[in-house]
Nanobody, 118 residues
Framework: VQLVESGGGLVQPGRSLRLSCTAS????????VTWHRQRPGKERELVAG????????DYPDSVKGRFTISRDNANMAVYLQMNNLKPEDTAVYYC????????????WGQGTQVTVSS
């Protein structure tokens, strides 16, 4: 089982990044997926979520209007499009795939660093 994030990096304020989360080894299409981030000195927080059928959770105010989550079940991937990035978006971003119905599972990726700085 693998859940791998990619697409992070150093970007200037106001620019965009697209994070990818790719899965292997489990039934990804039946999972819900969330993106979380952990900013320096802060607890991990939820920034986006999408159901197995593509329904999207309300975004927190901190990213609403700037971040968009989407999924491509055929390619076993979930994306986080991040626009108009701000220095306070600097964090390690994690992908989380889970299924609450039987058979249950809960997987986390290793995280990808996003740094927003001029």
């Amino acid at each position: 089982v693998q859940l791998v994030e990619s697409g992070g990096g150093l970007v200037q304020p106001g620019r965009s990044l697209r994070l990818s989360c790719t899965a292997s080894g489990f039934s990804f299409s039946t999972s819900a997926v969330t993106w979380h981030r952990q900013r320096p000195g802060k607890e991990r927080e939820l920034v986006a979520g999408i159901s197995r059928t593509g329904g999207v959770l309300d975004y927190p105010d901190s990213v609403k209007g700037r971040f968009t989550i989407s999924r491509d079940n055929a390619n076993m991937a979930v994306y986080l499009q991040m626009n108009n990035l701000k220095p306070e978006d600097t964090a390690v971003y994690y992908c989380h795939a889970f299924r609450m119905a039987t058979p249950q599972y809960d997987y986390w990726g290793q995280g990808t660093q996003v740094t927003v700085s001029s």
